[in-house]
């Protein structure tokens, strides 16, 4: 980490957000996180050959207690403040954004788990607290109500770190007799290993590492405890007995988890940045003394900051309102998820500017700068991160009109 990083950091830690992220627990997951920084690294050739991130990673995130950041004390997890969780994500990402992105997918799940009735949580992990669950949100199911339950099929794409999983999530709408299909029927099924198969299609450009495969389900039962339906507690009001962490709204808090890996991985372009430019003849100069070069650095940087203020001060909001039993409103929740879903748009360009910057010793396919930023550019294809829509609705809602978003 270079001194810029690493000053930041310590500021972060020491003058924001004490509540959560001062704990002596914090601080050891903080730690856990910066020390895997040089294992992840000699790992990202064989996490990206591989197209998953090795079991030795998923051990060491275990070993860690990442896992356990959001899961209920019940199951034996932390139940802590997701400002935490967050910052892991952070740390994780600078040195392997796909390693990042597993953690955060996955590890949101296990906040997920205690929106569902309490027999799906006894399923999961009644005898095996350690068990993970992959997810696939995409509305593309065929749902069949019948007596208990529901009949699920369809073809699932991008259920990310799902060989590494035992259970998944899978998103589908509920046919009524009066309306086929509305996303206000919108519900999450999860089902257990053996009642799905994984195909192995994954083949991108970025996040090589995180094994997004296909998930394919084939007319399999799903009892009624086993579905989350959103709309019916995204105030949080339905989980007013059960610790705060567990009432904020359920798009706030999976969105952050997959946007905030791009931010991480920014910070990590920058120290790379930062490096090459210690070497680097601009021209006639060394590019540390080329004041485009230390521009471009600072504005990276001062827009790292920015972001990340915006990250911990939102949750700082949402949590304060979830230990008081009040309901965010819906403007403060359209603000978040539109200053969630842009981070990945400013991290690509700021990365884009560096790697231009950083010339010929940017584009060769062991430059971490490269690397990089093909993983950031792949996470603007998640829908939580595409930007357009989320901008309208919160600028509608300034006009006056009502939000179109039904997640929000």
């Not at 950091?9 to 050891?28: D, E, I, K, W, Y």
């Not at 060491?60 to 896992?67: C, E, Q, R, S, T």
């Not at 969105?255 to 991480?264: Q, Y």
């Not at 879903?341 to 060769?364: H, T």
């Amino acid at each position: 980490m270079t001194a810029i990083a690493n000053d930041f950091q310590q500021t972060q830690v020491a003058t924001q957000h004490s509540n959560s992220l001062g704990s002596p627990r914090a601080q050891a997951l903080l730690d856990a996180a910066r020390s895997l920084g040089p294992v992840l690294e000699s790992r990202l050739h064989l996490c990206s050959n591989n197209r998953q991130i090795p079991e030795a990673t998923i051990a060491d995130f275990h070993n860690a207690g990442f896992f356990k950041i959001l899961q209920s004390n019940e199951y034996g997890g932390y139940e802590m403040d997701p400002q935490v969780f967050y910052a892991v994500l952070l740390e994780i990402a600078k040195t392997c954004m796909s390693s990042a992105w597993v953690l955060a997918v996955i590890g949101v799940h296990n906040w997920q788990m205690n929106l569902f009735d309490e027999p799906a949580s006894a399923e999961v992990w009644g005898e095996d607290s350690s068990v993970l669950i992959s997810s696939s949100y995409a509305p593309v199911g065929k749902v069949t109500p019948t007596e208990g339950g529901f009949k699920l099929s369809g073809r699932w794409s991008f259920s990310s770190g799902c060989e590494h999983c035992d259970w998944v999530f899978l998103g589908a709408v509920v046919p009524t007799e009066d309306a086929p299909w509305d996303m206000l029927n919108y519900r999450t099924f999860l089902l257990p290993q053996e009642d799905y198969k994984i195909v192995d299609n994954w083949d991108v450009v970025g996040l090589k590492g995180t094994g997004s495969h296909d998930i394919v389900v084939n007319d399999a039962f799903v009892p009624e405890h086993r579905t989350h339906h959103m709309v019916e507690d995204d105030s949080g009001r339905k989980f007013m007995h059960k610790a705060p962490l567990y009432r904020l709204p359920f798009m706030q808090v999976f969105a952050r988890a997959v946007s905030t890996p791009a931010l991480g991985a920014i910070e990590g372009a920058l120290d790379a940045y930062i490096d090459v430019a210690q070497s680097r003849l601009a021209g006639p100069i060394a590019m540390k003394d080329d004041p485009n070069a230390k521009r471009l650095a600072a504005e990276v940087d001062d827009a790292i900051a920015s972001m990340k203020n915006r990250l911990f001060s939102s949750f700082d909001h949402l949590m304060d309102c979830a230990r008081q039993g009040q309901v965010v409103g819906q403007k403060d929740r359209a603000r978040y998820r539109y200053s969630t879903s842009v981070v990945a748009d400013r991290c690509v360009a700021l990365s884009s500017r560096m790697l231009k910057s950083a010339g010929s010793s940017g584009i060769r396919n062991d430059s971490h700068l490269l690397k990089l930023h093909l993983d950031i550019l792949a996470s603007q294809a998640h829908i939580a991160n595409v930007s357009d829509p989320f901008s309208v609705n919160l600028g509608g809602m300034l006009f006056g009109l009502d939000s179109t978003d039904p997640g929000l």
